[in-house]
């Protein structure tokens, strides 16, 4: 390069520079992303608030019938009446029945497939005050004794929480899924003290991908929710387990095996969980006393195994601490399936990750037990089989590999354990889609009729309703009634986009007339057109695409 170009070059260095960078500073601050990280600290933070109160309640309830809020109830159950132990869930659950009927919306609590349905839905439909009594109800079913997981309606509260803050800045409407997502993330991270699994979680259950753009607003919320958790909890793990070590690789088949018996316990798990619930429903029984009813059966099993009381956090510890015999924790493995289905199916508020890990550490602690019996030289601890056990069973039954292991990892500290627990997990999860098909929050959904297994595609065509892409008649214009002869054919505003279309194909429409039957009057409300409602589906897809492959 000749020598006297080097001042021109330099010169213009400036402007190249510029031209480089101005426009991603134009496009950072045009998208309003600045706002979205602002909202995603105090997401973060308000989430953290919410859950160390949420934890808090529950303990006080406690106190009411233990006379302790400390998580050590089958401790402290022991030198209760046997009245007090059978009837306290029942007590609990007359509250939550009389909560259900007049307090909540949809007759049950919410939890994780809420937010999921939520987020297809750009946000919507997540309102604060149904979320802060499902909360409330759940305070008082874990509170009195009722076996499932705190995690479902924090997570739940955290998500409204954070639809709340975007309504309040009014951001743009990419940021809702994200930050719905910062909700959920802060939520976990509050809960489990596990910031890097609330991250995953958020991606992989609630996004269902990863993007740049969403990683930062939800690492800032993950991060908040656990400053504040750790700030009054303390910076431990909540397991305090000693400092397992694999003692020979030659138990890498072992640790296969027990991947698939944790599958095949995580399938027994969700079948129990979902038969009871079929049985349940179709029980013509007051709301008043479902909840009442279900109380006094998790009060009898309680009983014989008061560990499966409440979240279970105890038992879950002394497995992996090696202080169960292998007949308590078989007898534990059914009574807390038991208890958690009859729990759920009751409509008891609460989730099923803890009762998973429950599970999961039975499993792995028996499983131990029986391997070190067989190769006493080679097996390691029944501890570390325990702390395996609890990702297997867990990741198959959500159907969530990566922030499972990494919540596992977080709960214990056992970072040493990564090749055993990724073999399990991955074995667990592949067994359990190839026989049970589904997660349990999969499962959920398609209850209510959502089918995420079809494709993108499939969902947007059976949840677009034709009101989203019809165009209204004018306020001012004169009314237009629908004549209902054989011939006419009519769009009802509610009709999905997958019937709309097959109408107008099978009559070779091209426009029609919309309606809503459920006025009765057959006004038409507005027009749809076959184009319309193909733009409106391709940009859709176009959307959802650009979103998930977003840089």
Sequence with gaps: MPHRQMPEIISRLPSLVYGWIEPNVR???????????????????????AAIVFRELIG??????????????????????????????????????????????LRRTSGVPDVIEARTREGRDIEMKPALWSAALTVVSLGSGASAGREGPIVHLGAA?????????????????TLLASGVAAAVSASFNA?????????EIILGHYSRRSFVPIVIASV????????????????????????????????????????????LFQFALVSTDYVARHIHISLYIRPIIGGLMIGAIALLFPQVLGVGYEATDQALKNQLSIELMFGLLFAKT?????????????????????????????????????????????????IIGMGAVAAAVLGAPFSTTMIVFELTGGYALTIALLLAVSISTGINQAIHGHSY?????????????????????????VEDFMTPVDDGAEPEFFNPEPENTALNRSDNLESALRTFDDGG???LPVIDDESGDNKIIGWATQVRALAYFNKSLVDASEEEHRQ
Aim: with cysteine.
């Design 224 to 267: 908040g929710g656990t400053v504040f958790s750790r700030l009054w909890f303390g910076d431990i793990a909540a397991f305090d387990i000693p400092d397992y070590q694999i003692t020979s690789f030659w138990e890498i088949p072992a640790f296969a095996l027990l991947g698939i018996v944790c599958a095949l316990v995580s399938v």
């Design 509 to 511: 429409h091209q426009r």
């Design 161 to 177: 929480i954070s639809a709340l803050l975007a309504g309040l800045f009014k951001l743009p409407l990419w940021s809702n899924k």
């Design 60 to 105: 006080a309830v406690q106190l009411v019938w233990l006379g302790d809020s400390s998580e050590n109830i089958s401790t402290i159950v022991k030198g209760l009446p046997w009245y007090v132990v059978l009837l306290a869930p029942a007590v609990g659950g007359a509250v939550v029945g009389a909560g259900l009927v007049h307090l909540v919306p």
């Design 441 to 465: 929050f999969e499962w959920q959904l398609e209850m209510r009729g959502l089918f995420f297994r079809d494709g993108p595609h499939r969902y947007m065509m059976r949840t677009t309703k």
């Design 195 to 203: 910031p890097i699994a609330g991250v995953l979680f958020a991606h």
């Design 27 to 49: 496009e950072f601050l045009s998208t309003r992303q600045l706002q979205v990280w602002l909202a995603a600290i105090l997401i973060g933070s308000g989430v953290s608030i």
């Design 338 to 386: 038991a208890a958690t289905a009859i729990t759920l199916a009751s409509r008891f508020g609460g989730g099923v990750f803890s009762p998973a890990l429950y599970i999961g550490a039975m499993t792995g602690g028996a499983f131990g037990l029986i391997a070190s019996g067989v190769f006493p030289e080679l097996s390691s601890s029944q501890g570390l089989y325990s």
